[in-house]
T-cell receptor, first 113, second 111 residues
């Protein structure tokens, strides 16, 4: 049983298209996140939801829109894809507070051509 | 990670100890973490330390925290080829586990 699962694993698309990445966690956690990892492996937080409420919204273009239908799911929709959006996107989850840290999915490799 | 810094590369011989260093800037960080990323995989939580501790040991892993200097290190004893990966340190800010990551240290283990 995968704790944090994201789909798809690979996504290849043309500039200007709209795409979505889905994430689900079965850990019973309250908080979910989206992180972006660039080609140099630098990880940066994008968004976080706590029990369907947006709690962290970093400086991200508004072409990126997260949606959390329930606390076990956090999806990421990207409009008008650009070349610079090419990266690996990681979903993660955690308890609201506490020292266990974040549990990550295996990532979605997005390539914009 | 402009606020969390790590050296980018470390090469060690199999069987030796590896020490990966990290400096952070936010003295109010309550937890500090070490994550491991293997090629094509997500991040795996290796260990973490609470800010009121100065050392934590877990099998081959030893974490040292110098809060005065905001310095964190991860020591891997008896390093194996399977330890080759990128190691990220991270500090937690705020009440929602907002993790700020370093740029990652690429550990290469050679025979």
């Amino acid at each position: 049983d995968t704790a944090v699962s994201q789909t798809p694993k690979y996504l290849v698309t043309q500039m200007g298209n709209d795409k979505s990445i889905k994430c689900e966690q079965n850990l019973g956690h309250d908080t979910m996140y989206w992180y972006k990892q660039d080609s140099k492996k630098f990880l940066k937080i994008m968004f976080s939801y706590n029990n369907k409420e947006l709690i962290i919204n970093e400086t991200v273009p508004n072409r990126f829109s997260p949606k959390s239908p329930d606390k076990a799911h956090l999806n990421l929709h990207i409009n008008s894809l650009e070349l610079g959006d090419s990266a690996v996107y990681f979903c993660a989850s955690s308890q609201k507070t506490g020292g266990v840290g974040l549990f990550f999915g295996s990532g979605t490799q997005l390539s914009v051509l | 990670g402009e606020d969390v810094e790590q050296s980018l590369f470390l090469s060690v011989r199999e069987g030796d100890s590896s020490v990966i260093n990290c400096t952070y800037t936010d003295s109010s960080s309550t937890y500090l973490y070490w994550y491991k990323q293997e090629p094509g995989a997500g991040l795996q939580l290796l260990t973490y330390i609470f800010s009121n501790m100065d050392m934590k040991q877990d099998q081959r892993l030893t974490v040292l925290l110098n809060k005065k200097d905001k310095h964190l290190s991860l020591r891997i004893a008896d390093t194996q080829t399977g330890d080759s990966a990128i190691y990220f340190c991270a500090e937690a800010r705020g009440g929602y586990n907002k993790l700020i990551f370093g740029a990652g240290t690429r550990l290469a283990v050679h025979p």
